[in-house]
């Protein structure tokens, strides 16, 4: 609208300019080197014009002639620029695909072009030259391209976390402890680092500030609410073992009884707990602890702890106790498993019969091996058919595994469970899960750090001691 308002006011100008001409003529006369001109005023106007606009035109194309130099080389440099980042482009995809031998190639095509365009090189470049080192196993180079990284802004917390990852895979958890300070203090609202500033102090063993972490990682929701209460069962646990570990057995039951009350059915904190009231001389108590996580979850493990709290009653007392154990899971083929052990151990033959077939004994296959393994023990005592304990003993061992704790961060089987996986060191890594390969296997740890990393922690890093068992 104001383009066509101002060429509107042009016209009228120029018409009233044309109108003021005709109308008033008037006369120039020029007089000069023996040349006498005379015309009119807009003629004379005119021919003024003409030549302003033949002298810009002048200059404009003297300009464009002498500036071309110039622009061929800001252009060549532009071009330089242009190659050096579809080189880094280039290189980055290689990392992604795992080819160490092309992201370098790439990396040195980009320093290349943008040397001959007189260009600094870029942060991205740093990035690619720590990848390509650490897909080599170069990782003197690695180190140093994080560490150049934290000049800039822009990358320094990229380069923190870097460093962090170095520090973790070669077992120095103060030191990423302390880069991840740091990389909270760029960041403080970064969940990454949150979440592995609570999985380093883990490690550390360093209950009350992974505690505090844990809250802040809640608060910013860097975790979510359901998983920082199971964090905080763990740490609450974990704590309770170390007490116990110092011979500080009123602070060791504090905090396994804040573990149990977060969740009963959680087995490990239900089954040290009831360890620690044993100790306490409050093993009823400790059985209804008991009985209260068998009543959400039957397992091995709590028949185990109910069985050390009935230490020193008789066979068939323990037997009776069992009974009511196996009254709150009814259903479940594990309660009558725990049944049947408890039956075997007081010579109960035919009652450990009948838990076993509730067990699914007389059912198609395939059968659990603990099954097996217990159908054997009873046809030992009591055979009613010619090679039947064989029978079972070759089932056994050809039975599907049994659940075990298993880290499900790098599939180890540590045999027992504890906070810290003491394989990769993960937190809070252990579930009680059928093993999908063959015990002990792990996973290897990626060697980038361009995606990011397990929450809790999957860095593979060299053995580390256990925490200290329960006392059950």
């Not at 007089?31 to 015309?39: A, F, K, L, M, R």
């Not at 760029?186 to 500030?209: K, T, V």
Request: positive net charge; proline residues 6%; glycine residues 8%.
């Amino acid at each position: 609208m104001i383009r066509v308002l101002a060429a509107l006011v042009a016209i009228i100008v120029i018409v009233a300019g044309a109108l003021l001409f005709t109308e008033h003529p008037g006369a120039i006369s020029l007089d000069w080197n023996g040349w006498q001109v005379e015309t009119t005023a807009g003629v004379a106007l005119v021919v003024v014009l003409l030549l302003v606009l033949a002298l810009i035109v002048m200059w404009r194309l003297l300009r464009l002639v002498l500036g071309t130099p110039g622009r061929l080389r800001r252009q060549r440099r532009e071009n330089q620029k242009l190659r050096g980042y579809r080189d880094l482009t280039r290189g980055l995809v290689a990392i992604a695909s795992g080819d160490g031998k092309e992201a370098e190639r790439h990396r040195l095509r980009a320093e290349s072009a943008f040397l001959k365009g007189g260009h600094a090189q870029p942060p991205l470049a740093l990035l690619l030259s720590a990848q390509g080192a650490l897909l080599r196993g170069d990782s003197e180079t690695a180190k140093h391209a994080f560490a150049a990284m934290l000049n800039d802004p822009e990358t320094a917390f990229l380069g923190y976390r870097g460093l962090i990852m170095q520090a973790a895979r070669s077992g120095d958890d103060h030191t990423a402890l302390q880069l991840t300070e740091k990389a909270r203090r760029l960041r403080p609202n970064s969940s990454w680092a949150l979440q592995h500033q609570l999985a380093l102090e883990a490690r550390l063993g360093d209950w009350r500030r992974a505690g505090d972490t844990l809250r802040e990682a809640v608060k910013r929701r860097a975790v979510t609410a359901e998983t920082g209460r199971r964090y905080k069962q763990v740490l609450q646990l974990a704590h309770s073992r170390h007490a116990w570990a110092e011979q500080r057995s009123r602070d060791a039951l504090s905090y396994a009884a804040q573990a149990h009350a977060l969740d009963e059915g959680f087995v490990p904190a239900a089954t040290h707990y009831a360890g620690l009231l044993r100790d306490e001389g409050k093993s009823a108590k400790g059985l209804r602890v008991i009985e209260a996580a068998w009543a959400r979850q039957c397992h091995p493990e709590l028949a185990k702890a109910y069985e050390s709290l009935l230490t020193g009653e008789a066979p068939m007392l323990r037997a009776r106790h069992f009974e009511r154990l196996v009254d709150l899971k009814a259903e479940d083929p594990e309660a009558h498993l725990a049944g049947a052990a408890s039956a075997l151990a007081a010579q109960l033959w035919g009652e450990a019969r009948r838990h076993l077939d509730r067990a699914g004994a007389q059912g198609p296959g395939p059968w659990p091996s603990r099954l097996c393994q217990l159908m054997a023990e009873l046809e030992r005592h009591e055979s009613r058919v010619p090679g039947a304990e064989r029978l079972w003993l070759e089932r056994a061992n050809k039975a599907p595994r049994d659940p075990v704790w298993v880290c499900h961060d790098c599939q180890a089987e540590p045999g027992e469970w504890s906070p810290i996986c003491p394989v990769c060191q993960s937190f809070a890594s252990l579930a009680w899960v059928t093993p999908a390969i063959a015990s002990g296997a792990t996973r290897a740890a990626p060697e980038t750090v361009i995606l990011p990393p397990n929450p809790g922690g999957s860095v593979a890093t060299p053995l580390r001691p256990q925490p200290v068992p329960p006392p059950n």
